[in-house]
């Protein structure tokens, strides 16, 4: 923002669970400093931040809004992201990039999966945080309930209140600062503890403070701003942003004691360092979209330097050069073409030819190198496929797009089940997906349930014996391979099966063995029982014949094929599925419709325990119960819960699921065949 010196500037990132009142926030601070001339209201579909068709509809953010207001003589750069689990990718890119955060909770409702995701993230990398509990008006709230949640779970000496509420519910009227000389006696202890933190943010300020029990109020400002940076203090503002009381608190507390993006903020660095006071142009991408709505797009987090419009700069992520036409200052939807920015704004590219999400853009030499993002394992799978014949290509080409712009969508070809599978982090996430492809690619696409890639193994050993014999004409075939199979535990990371020639006497020349083993390991991938891969076995060969002129790899090849699925039938074969391990994060009361649920689908609970106020369950599920579970999490919850989960191994498929399991692979052989 021209005429706004860097220090003046802050970054920061809106951050929560769905619904604590984020956009509310930040339309009101739009709107308070002048930026937009009438109020955006996320109920009336005239937010500034949701501006996108889709999130209208339904009232929440999806995408991240990006936008700038100045704050007396200071200027905001903010991003208002999503709270809702299925769209955190996009929560995640922005929190990523941002100077601070500003966590934003309901007073009413407390810590959700939003909160927990956005504070472990900002912890990871100790960023600057601040805490806006809002909705204080909202009836029957507990505010003082959520206080004591949320200062035990992130730590009482850390997070203190540095204004009071006055009144709660219907009889809220606003804040009292905790550091005021009329602040009510209430606010007394918190005073005293405002004061320890900012006093052991620096030597000096902490022998003043002990010696004289006061400190000026520049020091005060100064010892503040260090220990916010450090992380040691996180200061706790309460508020409306429906009727805008305590905003202007927090708004002020943000100038006054928040970092400005000339000061060292801790990034997600990899390797080398980042200056920020450097001259040379260095900005990352935290945001890209290429859609029908807003075209082909970067959005750019400056770290240092001065970004200037009609320039050329070096994409050090690819190596490679980019032009610059139009420098663009975003407010949500709306663009202004600006000549420069500098460190801490968000500015918009168009059209870069080679550019996308988490490149960095500079004009000199970039020696720093950013971790990445740490997206959590998408929980929803589908397979997708194109509704008209022929339409792959352009079913791939959208996916490929669409993952450019969000990595939580993972792409995934299985080669055994030959499906297409998609997962992302949520059923409506999903939904919206379908809908993009259709508009933005113009491609129907399908949803089914994924085909579950199941094992076979054995119980028992097998012994079979197979002779492939075939006269026809001058040359034939021959060969005979005796086989034994027998269960065998493979090594950690090791083969999953082993082979053993025990052949005597030359009765299968050792020329032919190698092929007998490839036959072994090209029938296993088809087992006798699902068309699975048989897995945790040892084929032996023991015996065979063969004959001078008519034996081949072939023919040893097929015979030993023939040998492997007799011997299979005799080995007490027998079906495995894959057990997953599921973290279920979720308040407390719903624990008896949870677990109970877990029984439903074959589930067993292996611990519990309690982390900031939610109830922690883990949990063995086999995955064919898992792909219909976070829709059913969510409506259970009422979408306050979540989990993650890991495969941990194969285990035998109870009997009476075999045989349906065991018709459906005959239903889809046949259908294969047609
Ligand atoms: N009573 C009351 N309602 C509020 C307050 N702040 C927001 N709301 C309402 O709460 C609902 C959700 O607010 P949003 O601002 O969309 O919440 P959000 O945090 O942006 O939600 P996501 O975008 O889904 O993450 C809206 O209906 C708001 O009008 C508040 O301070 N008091
Ligand atoms: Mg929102």
Same mark, same amino acid.
């Given at each position: 923002?021209?005429?706004?010196?860097?220090?003046?500037?802050?970054?920061?990132?809106?951050?929560?669970?769905?619904?604590?009142?984020?956009?509310?926030?930040?339309?009101?601070?739009?709107?308070?400093?002048?930026?937009?001339?009438?109020?955006?209201?996320?109920?009336?579909?005239?937010?500034?931040?949701?501006?996108?068709?889709?999130?209208?509809?339904?009232?929440?953010?999806?995408?991240?809004?990006?936008?700038?207001?100045?704050?007396?003589?200071?200027?905001?750069?903010?991003?208002?992201?999503?709270?809702?689990?299925?769209?955190?990718?996009?929560?995640?890119?922005?929190?990523?990039?941002?100077?601070?955060?500003?966590?934003?909770?309901?007073?009413?409702?407390?810590?959700?999966?939003?909160?927990?995701?956005?504070?472990?993230?900002?912890?990871?990398?100790?960023?600057?945080?601040?805490?806006?509990?809002?909705?204080?008006?909202?009836?029957?709230?507990?505010?003082?309930?959520?206080?004591?949640?949320?200062?035990?779970?992130?730590?009482?000496?850390?997070?203190?209140?540095?204004?009071?509420?006055?009144?709660?519910?219907?009889?809220?009227?606003?804040?009292?600062?905790?550091?005021?000389?009329?602040?009510?006696?209430?606010?007394?202890?918190?005073?005293?503890?405002?004061?320890?933190?900012?006093?052991?943010?620096?030597?000096?300020?902490?022998?003043?403070?002990?010696?004289?029990?006061?400190?000026?109020?520049?020091?005060?400002?100064?010892?503040?701003?260090?220990?916010?940076?450090?992380?040691?203090?996180?200061?706790?503002?309460?508020?409306?942003?429906?009727?805008?009381?305590?905003?202007?608190?927090?708004?002020?507390?943000?100038?006054?004691?928040?970092?400005?993006?000339?000061?060292?903020?801790?990034?997600?660095?990899?390797?080398?360092?980042?200056?920020?006071?450097?001259?040379?142009?260095?900005?990352?991408?935290?945001?890209?979209?290429?859609?029908?709505?807003?075209?082909?797009?970067?959005?750019?987090?400056?770290?240092?330097?001065?970004?200037?419009?009609?320039?050329?700069?070096?994409?050090?992520?690819?190596?490679?050069?980019?032009?610059?036409? $139009? &420098?663009?200052?975003?407010?949500? +939807?709306?663009?202004?073409?600006? %000549?420069? @920015?500098?460190?801490?704004?968000? #500015? *918009?590219?168009?059209?870069?030819?080679?550019?996308?999400?988490?490149?960095?853009?500079?004009?000199?030499?970039?020696?720093?190198?950013?971790?990445?993002?740490?997206?959590?394992?998408?929980?929803?799978?589908?397979?997708?496929?194109?509704?008209?014949?022929?339409?792959?290509?352009?079913?791939?080409?959208?996916?490929?797009?669409?993952?450019?712009?969000?990595?939580?969508?993972?792409?995934?070809?299985?080669?055994?089940?030959?499906?297409?599978?998609?997962?992302?982090?949520?059923?409506?996430?999903? $939904? &919206?997906?379908?809908?993009?492809? +259709?508009?933005?690619?113009?491609? %129907?696409? @399908?949803?089914?349930?994924?085909? #579950? *890639?199941?094992?076979?193994?054995?119980?028992?050993?097998?012994?079979?014996?197979?002779?492939?014999?075939?006269?026809?004409?001058?040359?034939?075939?021959?060969?005979?391979?005796?086989?034994?199979?027998?269960?065998?535990?493979?090594?950690?990371?090791?083969?999953?099966?082993?082979?053993?020639?025990?052949?005597?006497?030359?009765?299968?020349?050792?020329?032919?063995?190698?092929?007998?083993?490839?036959?072994?390991?090209?029938?296993?991938?088809?087992?006798?029982?699902?068309?699975?891969?048989?897995? $945790?076995?040892?084929?032996?060969?023991?015996?065979?014949?063969?004959?001078?002129?008519?034996?081949?790899?072939?023919?040893?090849?097929?015979?030993?094929?023939?040998?492997?699925?007799?011997?299979?039938?005799?080995?007490?074969?027998?079906?495995?599925?894959?057990?997953?391990?599921?973290?279920?994060?979720?308040?407390?009361?719903?624990?008896?419709?949870?677990?109970?649920?877990?029984?439903?689908?074959?589930?067993?609970?292996?611990?519990?325990?309690?982390?900031?106020?939610?109830?922690?369950?883990?949990?063995?599920?086999?995955?064919?119960?898992?792909?219909?579970?976070?829709?059913?999490?969510?409506?259970?919850?009422?979408?306050?819960?979540?989990?993650?989960?890991?495969?941990?191994?194969?285990?035998?498929?109870?009997?009476?699921?075999?045989?349906?399991?065991?018709?459906?692979?005959?239903?889809?052989?046949?259908?294969?065949?047609?």
């Amino acid at each position: 923002m021209k005429n706004c010196p860097a220090d003046k500037i802050r970054n920061f990132v809106l951050a929560g669970h769905a619904g604590a009142g984020k956009t509310t926030l930040a339309d009101l601070l739009l709107f308070k400093s002048g930026a937009v001339g009438r109020k955006g209201s996320v109920d009336n579909g005239t937010s500034v931040s949701d501006f996108r068709a889709e999130e209208q509809e339904r009232k929440n953010s999806i995408y991240t809004g990006i936008l700038h207001c100045p704050w007396k003589d200071g200027h905001f750069f903010f991003a208002d992201t999503p709270g809702n689990t299925d769209f955190c990718g996009e929560a995640m890119n922005a929190i990523n990039m941002c100077d601070m955060m500003i966590l934003v909770i309901d007073a009413m409702s407390g810590i959700g999966p939003g909160t927990i995701r956005a504070w472990n993230q900002a912890r990871d990398r100790n960023m600057p945080r601040m805490i806006f509990i809002n909705g204080c008006d909202r009836d029957q709230v507990n505010i003082e309930g959520t206080l004591e949640n949320v200062t035990n779970s992130y730590g009482k000496t850390v997070c203190i209140p540095c204004t009071i509420p006055d009144g709660s519910a219907a009889t809220f009227k606003g804040v009292h600062s905790v550091l005021a000389d009329d602040a009510p006696a209430e606010a007394e202890d918190y005073k005293s503890a405002l004061m320890d933190a900012i006093a052991e943010s620096d030597e000096a300020l902490m022998e003043k403070y002990l010696e004289t029990m006061e400190l000026s109020a520049d020091e005060i400002a100064s010892g503040f701003k260090k220990a916010v940076i450090a992380g040691t203090l996180v200061p706790i503002f309460f508020g409306s942003a429906n009727k805008d009381l305590g905003v202007a608190e927090l708004a002020d507390a943000i100038l006054t004691f928040g970092p400005s993006p000339l000061e060292d903020i801790p990034m997600n660095i990899a390797e080398g360092e980042l200056d920020r006071k450097s001259p040379n142009a260095l900005g990352y991408v935290f945001k890209s979209v290429n859609d029908s709505f807003i075209g082909q797009m970067n959005y750019i987090r400056i770290l240092s330097g001065t970004f200037k419009s009609d320039s050329e700069l070096t994409n050090a992520t690819k190596n490679s050069k980019e032009r610059v036409g $139009n &420098l663009l200052q975003v407010q949500g +939807k709306d663009q202004a073409t600006i %000549e420069e @920015a500098g460190p801490g704004e968000f #500015i *918009a590219i168009a059209k870069l030819k080679n550019t996308g999400l988490n490149d960095v853009l500079a004009t000199g030499d970039v020696s720093v190198k950013f971790g990445p993002v740490k997206y959590p394992q998408s929980t929803t799978f589908y397979a997708v496929s194109a509704v008209a014949k022929g339409e792959e290509d352009k079913l791939g080409a959208g996916l490929k797009r669409l993952q450019d712009e969000d990595p939580t969508i993972v792409i995934d070809r299985n080669p055994e089940t030959k499906q297409t599978i998609v997962s992302v982090m949520g059923d409506q996430y999903m $939904n &919206l997906m379908v809908a993009r492809l +259709k508009k933005d690619f113009k491609v %129907e696409v @399908a949803l089914d349930t994924p085909r #579950i *890639a199941y094992r076979e193994t054995i119980n028992g050993t097998g012994t079979a014996q197979f002779r492939h014999k075939k006269q026809s004409g001058g040359h034939g075939q021959f060969a005979e391979v005796h086989l034994r199979l027998e269960p065998y535990t493979p090594e950690e990371g090791g083969e999953d099966f082993a082979f053993a020639n025990e052949v005597v006497g030359g009765n299968i020349p050792k020329n032919y063995i190698p092929a007998v083993e490839k036959g072994v390991g090209e029938t296993r991938l088809v087992g006798p029982l699902s068309r699975s891969k048989v897995i $945790n076995f040892k084929a032996v060969v023991y015996d065979g014949k063969y004959h001078d002129v008519d034996s081949s790899e072939m023919a040893f090849k097929i015979a030993t094929r023939g040998a492997f699925r007799a011997a299979m039938a005799n080995a007490k074969p027998m079906l495995l599925e894959p057990i997953m391990t599921l973290k279920i994060v979720f308040p407390e009361e719903y624990m008896g419709a949870i677990s109970g649920d877990l029984n439903s689908r074959r589930g067993r609970i292996l611990g519990m325990e309690h982390q900031e106020g939610m109830q922690v369950l883990n949990a063995e599920v086999p995955l064919a119960e898992v792909y219909s579970y976070p829709t059913q999490l969510r409506s259970m919850t009422q979408g306050r819960g979540f989990f993650e989960m890991t495969f941990n191994r194969y285990d035998p498929v109870p009997a009476q699921l075999t045989a349906q399991i065991q018709a459906e692979a005959a239903k889809l052989d046949e259908e294969e065949e047609d």
